[in-house]
């Protein structure tokens, strides 16, 4: 029997052996026309019912190769019978067969466009699901007393609010493609709804995913990814970031879902009221039904014998549960209409549940009421256990007669209190069903606001927690059509520290200074070396932090090129060079300056012509945007060519464009900063507005901000960190009033969900995964493709080899490492490291003290290891709480250990190139500014030219031009006990917060400030 190989990625993400599986090697071919293919090889099995399993293509490879026939010993199988089976990073169809003990000869045949064919030759054997046990029948009714549950018409009082996300068709995750994920499952296709992430529970060792399907027999699965057979090109979608409503024709029958965020279940309507839910043996071998009777009586009774009871219906619903193995997973069916049939259906060979049907249900809403919590077989004799169920069966099925489908949300910014305070108003689709039901309104909060360990809700608002535990929080709310809550601001400040009047980092800096200067003050300004915006001023824009260090000659020269550079990055509709090289190669062999521009000026380098800025537009809302990066992988692929109507055209959800955005804000920050060019930055605001405008169109109910694709599919890169910040002061320095509110709205979504994400996995998920806590997540891993969508939870890795560095991996400290990458990724933004240790203080120094305690394997240490390194020691340098001999010890440490960060910030291409002791100047300076009484926050219209601090005497000296019309100063300071001085004559200024001092210059000139 052949044994197939697993992937590291296997071993770190699923609890399923893939080794247990017949896997079918060594492939012949065989002779086939032009354009198709033909490959037969042999295995050995034992004699049995087996399913054979063949890899689903990704859509863009769908109709390039297709895998048509197989045969075994000449006789051809059915068609895939279901794609519930799982892969590694995808979905398999499964086709059902008996095979008699000894070898057997295997042949597929299929169309092939392509030479890819590596795919389709990924052909396992596994055994059928065994028999299922003999069902004992059970015939219980208990009495329990119904809670009153009672909505609140709120009178909503918007004034002095502004109306946010929802005023207008956005949407949010919903966007681009279908399918989708929702509050505790996924609808990779239309009407199929699964439960992915449990392939992450260690108890969960099947190699399918856990699902059901209400779709008509016979239907073609509808969808953008796998397992999609068919596209939703002729398919009705209409949506908002709360929910969607999905129309199409399956089966040649209307058919519909409705889902949403706001609610646990999911409507399906089929006119002809032939209601089935298949696709059961996927969901666990049930045994049994809750079925409500007379008054408050509920009764049990075997599954197989629902037929005959189903006109005794005493409400709307009835409940499957009892699975004869883990997970137990009760499943909440609601009706709209009393059912006149009911049937169920049983696999003929091994006795597994495999279908329920209905008739004269036109409308029905499933549901399974305990999220994301599993059981092992519940034991229908546990009365506390079947109360509670009975408890959920009464609160769900009314609060799905009320189904939320729209959210409108309306925030005011508190300054003084630096929080947002958000006011909810929802809007229902109401459903009246035979039993008279009285619908229960019901006004959920986002989980994530929960999660994050952030939120506060107001003390007049009766917030109850309906025991519904999400992928992304517990889901809360408030019975009724209006819910608020309010959450802090994001920590938007970054501190420039003064130079001390003695120091010796100028000398640090020197060194490898003037060869960082000479490799980037002749960089093309024609090419652009990453496919962003930012990268037209990457090679400049960190450096520029520590002008204050530098001699005159460098700080002039990369104050001429940064603002030349600024202006180009705003250029909507400028054409560059942008030269395609492998950026794989980049990452393995890090070439220095030297073979740099030898592999740069290699004639057989592919270039395209890429903009800085394109159009999109999301199709189901016509919801448009700005986006300012291509990511690599469509170039590389050859899906994308970079011409602005190839973009704009381009179905596919776009990733990581965030990315892009998140840095380049974040350039254009620091380079008006350094320059005070603001006049670039005021002209060019309505630019920046279409590209924020991505932002407001992919926020997300649930998870409070913008994922890293056109529709969401994951949970959140790190360098969109930095477009929150940048974006508010930007905002704020052009004086546009309108949009510093909106961007500080904004920035308190992401940073309550950057925050549930760090606090995720010690305080919420591993509950779920029978885990103990570890730290820290990486992501709110949502949909990805959406037929593998799981929150993943890693492994250890005992050793200290190089897969102790993988991603994935668990350290013995239960620290997952790669979390603290995803914190910032290649932002490297110390706002983010503030908030935490303000907000998370317990959560920020638990993580980094186990990242602290690891002693690095003696192997080449890879970027993202090197980049984990650094945002620890930014941690330590701006945390008054870390002495500067600590931080200066971590920094030899690192050294030693070869992941101190120098030259290059990650990949070795010309934009990331940085002065060679850049990060070690730029953690002592702010070691430093620990002793210091001030330093600056903010400017504008200013081009600092001197800041110096004199720590015996307790003085700031700081030396400015005003260049523009609407100077300010900003500084950060840690007492109020100060006299200050302009030009000679005393001056008061301003506290804008309790240690922020504002001075407006009437002219170029010196502050002294003198602190007691």
Not at 210 to 227: D, I, K, V
Not at 596 to 619: G, Q, S, V
Not at 762 to 777: I, R, W
Request: charged share 25%.
């Amino acid at each position: 029997m052949a044994k197939k190989e697993v992937s590291y990625y296997e071993q770190t993400m699923f609890y399923y052996d893939f080794k247990t599986e017949i896997s079918v090697k060594d492939w012949i071919m065989e002779e086939a026309p032009e354009g198709r293919f033909s490959r037969k090889s042999t295995f050995e099995c034992e004699e049995g019912n087996y399913i054979v399993l063949s890899t689903v293509p990704y859509a863009h490879l769908a109709d390039k190769c297709i895998l048509e026939k197989i045969f075994i010993d000449g006789k051809e199988l059915g068609k895939i019978y279901s794609t519930a089976f799982i892969r590694t990073g995808g979905a398999r169809g499964g086709r059902k067969a008996f095979l008699e003990k000894g070898s057997h000869e295997i042949r597929i045949t299929g169309v092939c466009i392509t030479e890819e064919i590596y795919d389709q030759l990924d052909i396992s054997i596994i055994p059928a699901e065994k028999a299922a046990p003999e069902s004992p029948a059970f015939y219980l009714e208990y009495d329990f007393p119904a809670k009153e549950y009672t909505s609140k018409k709120c009178s909503f009082d918007t004034e002095g609010f502004i109306a946010g996300l929802g005023k207008e068709p956005t949407p949010g995750r919903f966007g681009f493609s279908k399918g989708d994920g929702l509050l505790d499952f996924g609808m990779p296709t239309l009407g199929n709804m699964d439960k992915m992430y449990l392939c992450g529970h260690k108890k969960y060792c099947k190699p399918y995913r856990w699902s059901y399907s209400t779709m008509p027999e016979n239907a073609l699965r509808h969808g953008s990814y796998p397992p999609a057979e068919t596209g939703i090109g002729n398919d009705k979608v209409t949506v908002n970031h709360l929910s969607v409503k999905w129309d199409a024709i399956l089966a040649g029958e209307e058919f519909s879902c409705t889902y949403s965020l706001g609610t646990a279940g999911v409507i399906t309507e089929r006119p002809s009221g032939k209601m089935r839910i298949s696709g059961l043996e996927f969901a666990g071998n049930y045994q049994y039904v809750l079925f409500p009777g007379e008054g408050e009586k509920v009764k049990i009774i075997p599954l197989k014998e629902l037929p005959s009871h189903i006109k005794e219906l005493g409400a709307n619903y009835i409940l499957l549960f009892g699975s004869t193995e883990f997970p137990d997973l009760p499943l909440l069916v609601v009706f709209q209409k009393k059912p006149e049939n009911a049937f169920v259906k049983y696999d003929s060979i091994n006795g597994r549940l495999n279908e329920i049907s209905f008739e004269n249900c036109p409308l029905i809403i499933t549901a399974t009421p305990y999220g994301i919590q599993s059981f092992d077989p519940i034991n229908p004799m546990d009365k506390a256990f079947v109360s509670d169920m009975t408890e959920k069966c009464r609160f769900w099925s009314r609060a799905f007669l009320a189904y939320p489908v729209k959210c409108v949300e309306y925030y005011y910014n508190e300054q003084k209190a630096k929080r947002t305070f958000f006011r909810q108003q929802f809007s229902y689709r109401y459903i009246k069903d035979d039993w008279g039901t009285v619908p229960l309104e019901t006004a959920v909060l986002p989980p994530v606001a929960d999660l994050s360990g952030l939120m506060q809700t107001p003390e007049d608002q009766e917030t109850i927690d309906f025991h519904f535990p999400t992928k992304f929080g517990l889901l809360k709310g408030v019975l009724g059509d209006v819910s608020s809550y309010s959450l802090p601001f994001m920590e938007r400040a970054r501190k420039f520290p003064f130079r001390e009047k003695k120091s010796t980092l100028p000398e640090l800096l020197k060194d490898g200074l003037k060869e960082y200067i000479d490799f980037v003050k002749d960089l093309d300004d024609k090419v652009i070396y990453y496919p962003y915006a930012g990268s037209l001023i990457e090679p400049y824009a960190f450096a520029t932090t520590l002008l204050n260090f530098m001699d005159e000659e460098s700080r002039n020269i990369l104050r001429k090129k940064v603002a030349e550079r600024l202006f180009l990055a705003c250029s909507d509709g400028k054409c560059f060079d942008y030269p395609a090289i492998n950026h794989g190669y980049m990452m393995k062999t890090m070439p220095d300056d030297a073979k740099l521009k030898e592999i740069y000026a290699d004639p057989a380098l592919k270039h395209l012509n890429m903009y800085c800025w394109y159009k999109r537009t999301e199709p189901f809302t016509k919801a448009e945007f700005d986006i300012c990066y291509i990511n690599l992988c469509f170039l590389s692929s050859g899906l994308l060519e970079g011409r602005p109507e190839e973009v704009a055209a381009f179905k596919l959800p776009m990733i990581e464009n965030d990315w892009g955005v998140g840095l380049t804000f974040y350039y254009m920050y620091l380079c008006a900063m350094a320059t005070g060019r603001w006049d670039i930055l005021r002209e060019k605001l309505p630019l920046l507005k279409r590209a924020m405008r991505y932002f407001v169109n992919m926020n997300d109910f649930a998870c409070l901000g913008s994922g890293y694709s056109d529709n969401c599919m994951l949970w959140v890169e790190g360098a969109n960190y930095g477009a929150f910040t940048s974006y508010v002061n930007i905002a704020e320095g052009c004086g546009d009033k309108e949009t510093f509110e909106e961007g500080l709205y904004l920035a308190s979504r992401q940073f309550a969900l950057r925050c549930a994400i760090t606090r995720s996995s010690a305080h919420y998920l591993h509950h779920y995964y029978d885990e103990e806590p570890y730290f820290t997540g990486r992501a709110l891993h949502e949909e990805g493709y959406p037929s593998w969508q799981f929150q993943r939870v890693p492994r250890g890795t005992p050793d200290k080899s190089y897969d102790s560095l993988h991603i994935g991996a668990l350290f013995h400290n239960r620290l997952r490492r790669e979390g603290i990458y995803n914190m910032t990724t290649e932002g490297l933004f110390p706002e983010f490291f503030e908030g935490g240790r303000k907000y998370l203080p317990e959560d920020s120094q638990d993580i980094f003290y186990r990242m602290f305690c690891i002693d690095e394997p003696q192997v080449t240490v890879p970027w993202n290891v090197m980049q984990q390194t650094t945002s620890l020691l930014i941690d330590m340098a701006l945390d008054d709480g870390r002495s500067p001999e600590s931080v200066k010890n971590m920094i030899e440490r690192a050294r030693k250990e070869e992941r101190l960060m120098q030259k290059w910030r990650g990949i070795h291409i010309p934009s990331r190139r940085l002065p060679t002791n850049y990060l070690e100047t730029q953690l002592l300076a702010w070691t430093d500014m620990k002793s210091h009484a001030a330093w600056l926050e903010h400017s504008v219209d200013l081009v600092m030219e001197d800041m110096v601090y004199d720590k015996e005497n307790k003085t700031a000296e700081l030396v400015f031009t005003v260049c523009n019309a609407s100077p300010l100063l900003r500084l950060g300071v840690r007492t109020k006990e100060f006299d200050a001085y302009f030009n000679g004559e005393k001056v008061e200024g301003c506290f804008a917060e309790e240690n922020k001092w504002e001075f407006i210059p009437p002219s170029s000139g010196v502050l002294v400030m003198n602190f007691r």
